[in-house]
Structures are given as C-alpha cells and as structure tokens.
C-alpha cells in the first residue's frame, strides 16, 4: 500500500490471470484498485501488492472510459511494460474485474435513458404522473416533480382482483375457488378474473408502438404480484413483435403496491439497456479473452451479480453499497459487536449508513422521483459534499444542496467555480496546496489556487457582515467576522447537516448513536470525521488506510447475491407455520442452483431466509431475519418493540413476502481484524513528531479560537502502533484525515484509529458563546432547532399505531418559546404550521400559575387555537429551576373521536358537538401521573350526550396515540435539554429570539419588495365558497415591510361546517408567506410579526364557540390560499378542496354474533394553479394546506370491498393561459358491498379562478351511478357535500378541480 512499493507482479504468475481488479465509478472520480502476487518482504510478509489509481470520471480530452483507463494503468503497474491506449487492452494477467457504476443513476437523474413505453391496465394509464400525489416540497409554489420515465403508454382492456377483504371482520362463509373465474395467485390469495384481453387487440397496440421506433417496454398490470399470466402473455406478444428490452413487474418486482411496482419495471426497461451498452462498449476495449475472466457488477443491495444478470433498477445505489461493505468487513468485529455507522463523503453528495452484525436494507425507496421496488441498503444520502455551494442566504449560512461538481468544481479548481466547502478546508489550512495533486489549470499541471478561494471569500464576508450590520441599530450588537472564522463557520453548517440523516438511521431506530463507531471514507470525510463524532458524541472513528478508495476496495471483498422473492398473504398461525417454511426452503433451493451453475461450491454458498411481517391493519412491515432460536413471531415481536417501541398482543401477524437472499464467498476475509491488533499493539506516541521519517511540515491550521501550529504527517511512513496527538494532518496520496485537538491517532496495519478524549464529550457545556447574535452560531442552532422538531416526528411515527399517523403521516410537531411563539416546525403538514401557536398560548393563559413540572395538555377545541376536533394537540411545558422555559408540541389526526359519523368528518354537521370530542384545554399528564379516567370520559362519554352521537369508535387506538404524542414531546425536551447542557439555557433562549427575527426580516424584505410593484401599497381580492358565502381580503402593505390582512367584508358564521377558527387564517396566511420567500427560511412566529391580522367578528373565519369546523380544516383553509396567492399577483387558484371521501360500514350482528364495523379516508389530488414564475400547473397533486398520501390502488382493493376502475388526470380540466393551470382527477370506484359513503368537498359551484387573464379551472363533480339489475343505471350528482348508502355495483365517480391558468 504504500507508494514506494515497486514490486511487480511475479514472473511465473504472469500470463495467468492472477490481477484481480475492483473499479469504483463515481459522479467525480474513479477509483481503482488492483491486488496482485508479489515477493514477500520482512516489512510485508503478506505476498500481496495493493494499487490504487484515482482518475477523473470525465475526462474525454486525455481518454474515453475511465474505468479501462484505471485497469490500463493498474497493468502497467503489475506488469511493468506499457499498454498502449490506442490497442486493446490485453486480459492474460486479468483475474476478475468487479465494477460499481453511476451509469444508471446518471441516467435516471439526467433523464437520459432508453426511451420505452409502458403498458397498464385500463383506466390506469397516469398512475405514475399522480403516484402518491404528494408533492415533493410543501413550500415549492411551482410543484416541481420530476418527469416520468416512459414516452409513450398503452392501456390493456383487463382486469382482475382479490375475492374478499382483510377488514372483513367476518369469518370466511364460503370458499369461492370452484367458480370458473376465480383462480389461486402466488400469494395464495383467490383472484377473480373480470376481464380477458383480447389479444389480437393487444398485438395491434404494441405494434403501434414498435412503429414508433421503441424497442423498451415495461409491463405492469393491477394485481401482477399474484396473478401473472396476462403480463406473461403480453410479454410474449411484445418479445414476438421485436422488443429487444421487456420487462414484466411480476418477474422484476413480485410484491403488492402497483404504483412503486410500476415505477421499477419503468426504471429497469428505461436504464438497463443503456447498461448493456455501457457494458459492450467497455468490453470492446479488451481483446478476446474478455470473456473468459469473471467480471461482476455491484448491485445496490450490497451483493455481486455477473454481467449477464446486471441490471439498471439494481444499480442505482451501486457505488455506495461497496462502501457499506468495506467498511463493515474492514471495521466490525462480531466478538466486540460495536456498532458503525458509515460516513463516506465525497465531491457532490455524502452517504450514512448504519451496520450492526447484519446489511441492513430497505425495500422501497424514491430516486430522483421514481419509486424503486428492490432490495437496497439503507443508505441515507444529503447534499453535502466537498463541492456543495456555500451561500448566505435570510441571514443564514446555507451548504448545499446546489453542487458545483467535476465541472467547474470549487473555486480553488482554477475553472471559475463558486465557493464550496472543499474551499472553506484550503481557506482553513486542512487541505494543504503543496501536498494536493497538481492536475488544475490549461495544462492539467498547476496546484489548487488558494487565491481564487480567498478574493471570493473575503467578498462574501464582507456582504454578510454589512448585512448583519444593518439588522442591528445598535453598533455593538454585532461583531464583524473574519474570514476564517466565517469559513470556519461554514464547516460547522455542514457538519450538523450531515449530522441529522445519522440520527435518522440509529435514534429513529432504537439505537443510541453514542454506542457505535464511526467509519469514515469518501476523499473529503477524512476532514470532517473528528467534528461530526463530536456532535453526535461518537468517541472513536476508524479511517482505513484506503478510505478515499473504500468503495472500489470494498468490492473485492463483496460476495456475489441471487434473491428469491414470492408473495404471500398468509396469516401467520401454528397451521400456516410449515407450508410458509416448506416455500421458503423451496425458494432456497432455486437461488443456490443459481449460484452452482455460475461455478459456485456448495461450501461456498450461504443462505439466509426472511419473512416479510406486518401487524393486521397496518402498513408498516418487518423484513424478519430467520431466528436460531425461537419462531419468526418472536423475532418480529422483538424488532417490532425496538424500532417502534411498542408490540400488539391481540393483533393478527400478516405475512406479505418471502425471501431468500443465497451469497457465494470466492475468498474468506477475517471480518475487524483492526480490534484484535489494537489489543496487542506496542504503543508509541510521537512526542516529537517533527523527528520522525513521516514528518513533512509544521503548519498553521484554523481551529475554534484561531490558528495552532500542526504537523504534517504522511501515512505511508507511519507504523502500527504509532499514536499521534492532534491537532495533527495526516495524508495519503489521495485523501487527507485531520486529527483535531483533544483526539489521538493510533496507527495499525490497515487503519488510523480515532479515539476522543474526554474532554470534548457533551455532559458539560462545550460552545462558551454570546448571546449577541452571531450568523454562524444562528445557522448551526436553526439546524440543531429544526432537528429536534423532525426526531419528535419520528418518535411520534415510530411509536403510534393509527393509519392516519403511522402511514399517511398526518401529523406536526414542533418547539416554542417560553412565550408561545413558535421557533421551529418539521415539514410535515401545512395546516398545522401556523396554529399550533395560538393552542400554546392560549394554554399559558389558560393555565396561568398552574402548570407544574410533568404536566402535559390536551387540547382540540377551535376557540383554544385547534383546527378541527380530529387534530388533537398535546403540549408539554420545559422546566427549569421551576419557571417553564420552552414549549415542546405535536398535532395529530386521529381516526375517530366520535360524534355523528364514524371517522368524526361528517359532510352534513351543523353544531360542533356532531364532529366529535371536544376540549378546551385539560391535563392529560398531571405532574407525571397520566390521567386515563379522565381522557376516557372525554372520548367516550361526553360526545355520547348528544342525540345521534357517540363517543370515539376505536378508543384503543386513540389512547395509543395520544401516548405516542406525549413520548414525541418527552423526546423534544430530552434534545432541549440536551442543547441546553452544550450551549446555556440564556444562549438557546436568545437565539430562538434570534431566529425569529431572521424570519421576520426575510418577510419585511418580500413585503417590501411587492410594495415596490405596487406602490400604493394596497392589494385586494375575494373569493366564494360553494355555499355563496365570500372570503374577502385586503392587505395594506407599509414602507417599513410590515402589513395588514384585513378580512373585513367576509361572510357571517355558516350553518353548516365550513366555518374556520382564527388558528386556520393564520396558518394560511404564515404557509402563503412561506413560500413567497422562495428561498431557504426557517419557519416559525417571526413569518407573521410584520403581519397585522383582522378578522370580522361571528364571520365564517371567526365564528361562534359551538359552530361546526370539520370542513373549514380542510376546505376552507384551501380557499384561503387561493385568496392570499391571487392578492399577490403570485399564482391562480389550484384545486382548492382536499376532496375527502369517507366510506364504510357500522358494526353489525349476525347469527347473535357481533362484528366490528370498519371505515377508510382519504383525501384526492387535483388541479394545481399555475403561475408568473412556472410554465404551467402541475397535474393531479396535492396543493397548498394538505400534502398526505394515498392508498395504494392494490392496497385498497386488498382492504376493503370495492373495485378502482380508474385514477387518471382528468384531462382539459385545467385552465387554459400562457401558462396553462394543471388537471384534475377522475376517481372511479365500485363498491362490492352495501356500505355508507360520504364526501365532504369544495369548488363544485364556482370555477378555481385563473390570474391575469388565464381562464377558469374546471370544477369538480361527485357522481353516483346507481346500478339495478333489471334497468339501466342512474346518474346522479351528489353535489359538493353528501351522504349516501350505496348498494353492490354502485360506483362513485369523484372529478376533482383543475388549476386556474395565468395569462393570456
């Protein structure tokens, strides 16, 4: 390994295959690696030479692959003797060759693959557009979403489904598999065959399609997972016809959710042809023995596949997977069994991962806007890298995501490029300009150019300190920054960005990250490694001495991996047991023939078997590893009760999948050899480093509190057991590893070892700094801020039960002040962002002296800041030295609370007491002691005195989430008080002030700036609910930036449930200025501080205490956004409706028997209004105060008795304009049985306006077809807000709005 290594390869091994190649291709760099036999020496007895070449993935004016050019050089070196770039590269001395590749996730980002088409069932064809018609970021006005994959679709007149339903709660009264249409799927599950296609039809529309020049189609049908044989059948058709690429989801992909099944049999016919070429081409640069050496690809699962088995939707996360697995061999050792987690930072983007004894993976995950069905390790990625773009932005810091790449790269890359962070460590002296390769300039010879980096650093400090200035009258309030401590600073951002995507990975998951190690790789993570274990108090950090090519060597120490996969929805019982097992064994058997016929022994050959397991009437299923001792259910039972803290005693145990993943072992590795060294390694320390042969230099190196002189160290001539103090540098030929202070460097054979000493461990307060605001400071507390709100979210998702929370993850949490004032609120939905507030204060008022240390609140009432009664809000107050210095909250939906109708969102309420359970504030936690008599009496007893009411229908349910609220809130002020202890109470205090104002002046300035459009500083605008009653609005904006939002000439109170409390106008009002910002902006109270807000009295925005609100949650919120939008000249109306449809049927009594009853919600896309700033609306999404998703197509009709004919965008909905406003749905479902239905919608009487002279969007329309068995059926329309009991066959048909166009 170390350069001046220049032993050849063997003589008597030339000739004979013995160089074993691994090749890394990444975004930036290659990396390559070649292991050759050698002469032992005493230094190395191992026999065995390690090369390592680095080159520039692009770099077509020198050569045109990389990866032949990294095997070409790698030759050489074996061999001694030049290979020539213009012959073929020989393959006589080539062992194996083992490759990672970005080709297809280049592809899929770029858009460039393989044009294909898909085929889908009828009434199917936009599912992919709509997916799960949630939109990417809440705040994105313009809706940006990725495009799909497919040029063109073809719509397959078939169709079939599930016989029964899993909410039947009753037993099963008779079996249906003797009827001639009904046929038994993989999974076990009957399938009721509708319709047939007819063929000769089907081959005319595939033909068509060939026409066209499309040689690439992907097959998805509904219910493919189990019932294969019509894609089996059009894949035979298309293969007929000339298709070079099918791809069939059931064999791709076999498990139930039609929309991410489809999405990656799209992925795999889109990318894996561009593999295949990539794969000849590079081929064609070897001469003929290419065929003859083994050469195998990196799949994202962390396993080999040979070429011929490689394929693009296997390849997406394929660099990265290698990293996973060198680290985990190289730096685990199962007799510690101390976890990793794995920080590979490279030039655009860094990856985290987690390894504890077992990969871990993921079976669903979302790539640059395609959802990918496929086993892949759970790799976290967030856009920060050594090229990520600084920027100063509302007064904050901000790293990344932008990326200033290969080309033109950082500003020290002497091409012109921004500032990034590689800059900030040269600007810094981490990275040194005389030990960087000289590969910059014209020439490709001159070093990093540190005065590039400086002139634009000195730039953007002097803008951020006159900017800090002028928010502060008082001179003293800030002190100007220098420019290393503003690159200093930009480091810190960085590092606690990277931070939070770890604490996702282990906290989220029941793992304490102050357990495990960090193993650090990647070229720039080596600079980063020693702050980012402090933050996340981390004590040691293993960097291996190849961690800048840990991703290509962890390739040669891979296995090769066949997965066998198989539906089944089985119910796991003692009878069910066996026959599961038997088809587990089975699938065994068929990926280990796999493996021998690839050349594999049986010695060699590993088989681990899984069960995919998920509680009855959940969506969130376990992969369960086989256990040795016990049965897969106690395993679930135990994972389930780590990573989500809680297990159902009484709740069926549905197993989706089985799976078996087969490996082949071609050479043994002893895994964490590096433990067993340490415990024997003779100790060293250099006292003195500069007398030591690895000694380079002494220099200066900015630390916090200035510069400190640091030795220069080269790897290479560092040996196992020398212990270096830092602060210390210590380079390798392609990578740079910064020892800070107060951490020790031990050396051994293969890694640099990184051990904390105590005194930077966060049990007392380690920042000592101001309470002046300071930009740096503000960023880093703003990240540490948001943190804490999105880690409550995931306690709260994690330990909940409910569908509404656990899955469509109707929720918010957040923090306040010990005002009230909301300092940070995750991204969850928008309707919460700006009323939690006004529930926090009004329990501060309410409760005034009486609220003691462990008291926690419930409240939902909409005179107490709530929205609705399903929205449930629990506040805990913080304590210290008995004075509540902070307020932690979370809001959830909640499935049921009682009231006239199950689900507790009655379409027709017209008092407050028929929507549910209401309370104006009461103490669900009474100093510590949970008060369950009181909160039963609050949910069952009091909506039960109502005539046609009744207390909540699944109490159970509620109580468990309402206690996986209160542990979010204990989770919140846990990480308070742990921020606390690092910083001081009076700095967290101050700087939530300080955020706040950083809000507040990044709307001034967008207030001001529209007063300069218009002058006068008045804007007005109106609309009209469906009802005729009118929202109407006028802002008078200031010269200093602040506003009035004067609602004076809206409509009275509504007899009906449109009407919405003050909380939801503010919460729209803080949302719309939010996204008007348009650039980064922490969200939290200081949004609405230049904001003035007047409601008229008894109006619909401001009714009475009994007055009924269920829709102004959820309809008239949308309106409000509309109005806000349009007054600012900003964008048309979208949709303008959540569109909520209720369905479901009451518990009932047969045979003296009684039987739970049960009910579905959802909520469906429409329209989204186009704008100024956009070319045209989006189609079917969710818009503005909503941003839940929807249930699976396949899930749906695997639940409940009904039928989705169709959900497709409902074309020429949306207005018409210079930019055109976006369509619409069509919703079509049957229902199988006799149940309620209820709709609760908006904009079925007045268009969605368009802006500037763009037209109308369509409205919506809610039909009911009624179906009779001796007439034809009857179309009725349902209006905007109905109740209906549908009989079998009836259909409900829900059109949803379109956007308003802008333009003429």
């Known amino acids: ?303 080999l596949a040979p070429v011929e088995h490689f394929s693009g939707l296997r390849a997406i996360l394929s660099g990265p997977a290698a990293g996973v697995v060198g680290y985990a061999v190289t730096s685990y050792s199962e007799s510690e069994k101390i976890s990793l987690v794995g920080f590979d930072m490279g030039g655009t983007s860094t990856d985290v991962s987690r390894f504890g004894g077992e990969f871990e993976h993921v079976f669903e995950t979302t790539t640059a806007g395609v959802t990918i069905q496929a086993p892949q390790l759970d790799i976290n990625t967030v856009a920060a890298g050594g090229g990520s773009r600084l920027f100063f932005r509302n007064g904050l810091m901000v790293v990344g995501p932008e990326s200033a790449g290969a080309f033109p790269g950082p500003a020290c890359y002497r091409n012109g490029g921004p500032l990034c962070i590689t800059d900030a460590n040269l600007l810094l002296g981490r990275l040194r300009v005389e030990h960087f390769p000289h590969i910059f300039g014209p020439s490709e010879d001159q070093p990093l150019d540190m005065n590039a980096t400086r002139a634009l650093f000195e730039q953007l400090v002097a803008d951020i300190n006159a900017e800090m200035r002028a928010r502060h009258t008082a001179e003293s309030a800030y002190q100007n920054k220098s420019v290393e401590e503003i690159a200093l600073g930009f480091l810190q951002v960085a590092n606690e960005t990277m931070c939070r995507p770890i604490r996702t990975l282990t906290e989220a998951r029941g793992h304490n990250v102050q357990n495990h190690s960090l193993a650090c790789f990647g070229g720039a993570g080596g600079q980063h490694a020693c702050a980012v274990a402090v933050n996340l108090g981390i004590r040691r950090v293993f960097v291996h001495r190849l961690a800048s090519v840990l991703s290509a060597y962890g390739l040669g120490l891979s296995e090769v991996v066949h997965e066998e996969q198989s539906p089944a929805a089985a119910i796991w019982s003692n009878e069910a047991q066996q026959p599961l097992l038997a088809r587990l064994e089975k699938l065994s058997r068929v990926g280990c023939r796999k493996l021998i016929s690839q050349g594999f022994l049986d010695s060699q050959i590993r088989v681990q078997r899984f069960l995919n397991m998920r509680y009855d009437g959940t969506d969130t299923s376990i992969m369960v590893p086989e256990a040795t001792i016990g049965d897969y259910q106690l395993r679930f039972e135990s994972m389930h009760q780590r990573e989500f803290g809680f297990v159902l005693r009484n709740r069926r145990i549905i197993v989706d999948d089985l799976r078996a993943r087969v490996t082949g072992t071609l050479s043994k590795v002893k895994a964490g050899q590096v433990y067993d060294e340490l415990k024997s390694l003779q100790r060293r320390e250099l006292c003195e480093p500069n007398t030591h042969p690895a000694f380079v230099d002494t220099v200066s190196v900015y630390f916090q509190g200035g510069y400190r002189p640091t030795a220069v160290l080269k790897l290479g001539l560092l040996n196992p057991g020398d212990v270096v103090r830092g602060p210390a540098i210590v380079l390798d030929c392609n990578s740079t590893v910064l020892v800070e202070p107060n951490w020790v460097a031990t050396v051994t054979s293969t890694q640099l070892v990184l051990d904390n000493t105590p005194v930077t461990t966060l049990d007392v307060s380690t920042h000592h700094i101001s309470t002046e605001i300071d930009p740096i400071h503000l960023s880093v507390l703003a990240n540490r801020f948001m943190s804490i709100a999105e880690q409550m979210g995931r306690t709260l998702e994690k330990t909940s039960v409910s569908t509404n929370i656990k899955e469509r993850l109707d929720f918010s949490c957040a923090l306040f002040d010990q005002h009230g004032n909301l300092v940070a609120n995750a991204p969850h939905i928008p309707v919460h962002l700006g009323s939690m507030s006004h529930a926090v204060k009004f329990q501060l008022d309410r409760f005034s002296e009486d609220l003691q240390e462990g008291d926690v609140i419930l409240v939902n009432h909409p005179q107490a800041g709530g929205t609705h009664l399903p929205d449930i809000t629990i506040i805990s107050p913080v304590f210290h030295d008995s004075r509540i210095i902070f307020f932690v909250a979370s809001r959830g939906h909640h499935a049921d609370i009682g009231g006239i109708s199950p689900g507790s969102m009655p379409p027709n309420s017209r008092e407050l007491f028929q929507e549910g359970a209401s309370s104006m504030g009461m103490k669900i936690v009474d100093r510590g002691e949970f008060q369950e008599e009181a909160v039963r009496h609050m949910l069952l007893e009091e909506p039960a005195q109502y005539p046609e009411c009744s207390g909540t229908r699944n109490y159970r349910d509620v109580l468990s989430d309402l206690k996986a609220q209160i542990a979010a809130n204990h989770r919140g002020i846990a990480l308070l008080s742990q921020l606390c202890a690092e910083y001081g109470l009076e700095v ?242 049957e229902f199988l049985e006799a149940m309620s239905v209820s709709l609760l919608t908006e904009r079925r009487v007045f268009q969605p306006p368009g802006l500037d002279g763009g037209g109308n969007g369509a409205c919506g329309l809610n039909l009911w077809e009624r179906h009779f068995e001796h007439k034809d059926k009857q179309v009725l329309n349902l209006g905007g807000k109905n109740s209906v009991f549908v009989q079998p066959g009836d259909h409900i048909v829900i059109m949803t709005p379109g956007g308003g166009g802008y333009g003429k």
């Open 1 to 303: 390994m170390e350069t001046t290594d220049n032993r050849l390869l063997l003589e008597e091994c030339g000739g004979k295959h013995r160089v074993r190649i691994s090749v890394d291709r990444g975004g930036t760099f290659t990396d390559c690696v070649g292991i050759f036999p050698v002469e032992p020496t005493a230094k190395d007895p191992s026999g065995e030479r390690v090369v390592v070449v680095k080159l520039l993935s692009e770099d077509p004016t020198h050569y045109s692959d990389a990866p032949r050019e990294g095997i070409q050089r790698i030759l050489e070196i074996a061999t001694g003797r030049p290979h020539p770039r213009d012959a073929l590269l020989a393959t006589e001395n080539i062992e194996s060759i083992r490759m990672g590749t970005t080709v297809a996730t280049n592809a899929l980002l770029e858009r460039k693959g393989e044009p294909c088409a898909l085929v889908v069932t009828l009434g199917f064809r936009d599912l992919l557009k709509i997916g799960n018609q949630a939109r990417p970021k809440i705040f994105d006005l313009s809706i940006s979403k990725p495009d799909v994959l497919y040029q063109h679709v073809v719509q397959i007149d078939e169709r079939v489904t599930l016989v029964g339903y899993a909410m039947d709660p009753r037993p099963a009264a008779q079996n249906q598999s003797d009827e001639t249409n009904v046929v038994v799927g993989r999974s076990g599950e009957h399938v009721r065959i509708l319709k047939t296609p007819e063929w000769a039809t089907v081959r005319k529309q595939l033909q068509q399609v060939f026409d066209t020049g499309i040689r690439s189609v992907a097959v998805c049908l509904m219910h493919a997972y189990t019932f294969t044989a019509h894609e089996e059948e059009i894949g035979r058709i298309a293969s007929e016809i000339g298709f070079t690429h099918v791809t069939l989801s059931s064999h791709l992909s076999p498990r139930i959710k039609i929309v991410p099944r489809a999405h990656s049999a799209t992925a795999d016919a889109y990318l894996t042809p561009g593999i295949r070429r990539y794969v000849d081409g590079f081929a064609s640069g070897f001469d003929a023995g290419f065929g003859d050496i083994r050469i195998d690809f990196m799949q994202s699962d962390g396993g």
């Open 988 to 1229: 967290v205090q101050e700087y939530m002030a300080h955020i706040q104002h950083t809000a507040e002046a990044a709307v001034r300035l967008l207030l001001k700036e529209t007063r300069v459009k218009h002058p006068t500083g008045q804007l007005s605008g109106h609309d009209f609910m469906d009802d005729g009653s009118k929202i109407s609005l006028h802002v008078d904006i200031s010269e200093d930036g602040s506003a009035l939002f004067d609602f004076t000439g809206t409509s009275p109170e509504i007899y009906g449930n449109t009407n919405a409390p003050p909380s939801v106008t503010h919460s729209a009002i803080i949302y719309c200025l939010r996204c008007m910002v348009q650039s980064d902006l922490p969200l939290n109270q200081g949004c609405l501080a230049p904001v003035r807000v007047v409601i008229p009295e008894n109006s619909f925005l401001s009714p009475s205490s009994t007055a009924a609100v269920v829709g102004g949650n959820v309809l008239t919120s949308q309106r409000l956004c509309d109005v806000i939008l349009a007054t600012f000249g900003v964008a048309a109306a979208s949709q303008g409706c959540m569109n909520n449809l209720t369905f479901g049927i009451p518990a009932i009594e047969e045979g003296g028997v009684r039987y739970e009853g049960w009910g579905y919600y959802e909520t469906i896309a429409g329209g989204h209004g186009a704008g100024r700033d956009w070319q045209k609306g989006q189609d079917g999404v969710h818009t503005n105060m909503t941003n839940t998703k929807i249930t699976d197509p396949e899930i749906l009709e695997r639940r409940y008795p009904v039928i989705l004919h169709r959900f497709m965008l409902r074309e020429g909905s949306g207005g018409t304009g210079m930019h055109p406003g976006g369509n619409g749905c069509i919703r079509d479902i």
